[in-house]
């Protein structure tokens, strides 16, 4: 029971190139969510998943896509990397939104 | 509104003292203040979780102290360990709603 990957650990990305997080958890969750974290801004949400086949927006979700690909599996997708999406991202899942979330061990991006 | 304070941003404390991390919220339809312990190069993991309708929830060494009408909560660690050297995150939910996090506080407990 691994509970919630994520690939890469990490990442260095040039400015404008793409890339897709990976995510999935083993714990049959119905919720999915994807945060990013920096220094001094805790925990921001960038989209989430209350259930397969839907998505929708966080706080910061200018930028980035995601897929719930299946019930496992939730990716988000950078199209064109800028500096200002250098941070960790962490992926989280729970049994449903109101419940205890449970997170990755994160993915530390960097765009030069 | 939708913010939640956390103070301090980092937090140095002996062997056996005391920590004490504090938030504060401005929406009253919160219901859930959880907090989130995470060590350097691991993903946040919950601690320990509130409701509204009691004040006060202890956990082994670690307790929360929820002042509803000053829209606020804190936790403390008693006897704190340098094991317990990480970064504590405070949190709120309204119902059915999505987590709200605080800034982070980075605790460091020195031998």
């Known amino acids: 029971n691994a509970g919630v990957t994520q690939t890469p650990k990490f990442q260095v990305l040039k400015t404008g190139q793409s890339m897709t997080l990976q995510c999935a958890q083993d714990m049959n969750h119905n919720s999915m969510y994807w945060y990013r974290q920096d220094p001094g801004m805790g925990l921001r949400l960038i989209y989430y998943?209350?259930?397969?086949?839907?998505?929708d927006k966080g706080e910061v979700p200018n930028g980035y896509n995601v897929s719930r690909l299946n019930k496992r599996e939730f990716s988000l997708r950078l199209e064109s990397a800028a500096p200002s999406q250098t941070s960790v991202y962490f992926c989280?899942?729970?049994?449903?939104?109101?419940?205890?979330?449970?997170f990755g061990p994160g993915t530390r991006l960097t765009v030069l | 509104q939708q913010q939640v304070k956390q103070s301090p941003q980092s937090l140095i404390v002996q062997k056996g003292g005391i920590s004490i991390i504090n938030c504060a919220y401005e929406n009253t339809a919160f219901d859930y203040f959880p907090w989130y312990q995470q060590f350097p190069g691991k993903g946040p993991a919950l601690l320990i979780a509130?409701?509204?309708?009691?004040s006060e929830k202890k956990e082994g060494r670690f307790t929360i102290s929820f002042n509803k009408s000053a829209k606020q909560f804190s936790l403390h660690i008693m006897d704190s360990q340098p094991g317990d050297s990480a970064t504590y995150f405070c949190?709120?939910?309204?119902?059915?709603?999505?987590?709200?996090f605080g800034q982070g506080t980075e605790l460091s407990v020195k031998p």
């Open positions: 509130i409701r509204p309708d009691v």
């Open positions: 989280a899942s729970s049994e449903q939104v109101a419940d205890t979330q449970y």
């Open positions: 949190a709120a939910k309204a119902q059915g709603g999505k987590l709200i």
């Open positions: 998943s209350a259930s397969e086949g839907t998505t």
